[in-house]
């Protein structure tokens, strides 16, 4: 198990037709084959978990399995106790239920917030669409944590085995 600070601009796949950068191209050529356990979409950065294990690799990633994921997400736009309400209690978008997930605000700059969005789901793009459905501009997306395992002070790029692999 291994643990990759995903820079943004890069996809996790194996292969892209629009031959952008995938994430595989950051491994050393030495590495085993690895697949990604989840994804982070092309604009986002962060925390991804890369393992030689399929089994592994697809528990991990099954909804009912409820590990916690943790995101730092900055937004321009106006927050306010009716959003952190609506997304702590649960929402529908288009036909979409997303579970609860605590959100909380973080800090303010000017006109921009920077929000922890702690999500124990990972429904495809479920930050960006809840963002999108409030009308914020989502400005950064960073994933900090999956289950046990955090970003440290890794830098974009940057791979770290993992050696106490969590069950």
Known sequence: LWKIYKPTKVICSN??????????????KNFPRLITIGRLDYMSEGLILLTNNGDYARKLELP???ILRVYRVCVKGEINDQFIHKVNDGISINGIQYRKIKVKIEKKIDSHYWLIFKLREGKNR??????????????????????????????????????????
């Open 15 to 28: 292969r892209d037709p629009k031959k952008r950068k995938i994430i595989f191209d950051l491994l050393p």
């Open 64 to 66: 009912n399995t409820n």
């Open 126 to 167: 479920e930050i960006r669409n809840i963002c999108k459905f409030f009308k914020l501009s989502l400005i950064k997306l960073i994933r900090l944590q999956f289950g046990s395992i955090k970003l440290a002070k890794e830098k974009p790029g940057q791979i770290q085995e993992i050696l106490n692999i969590p069950p």
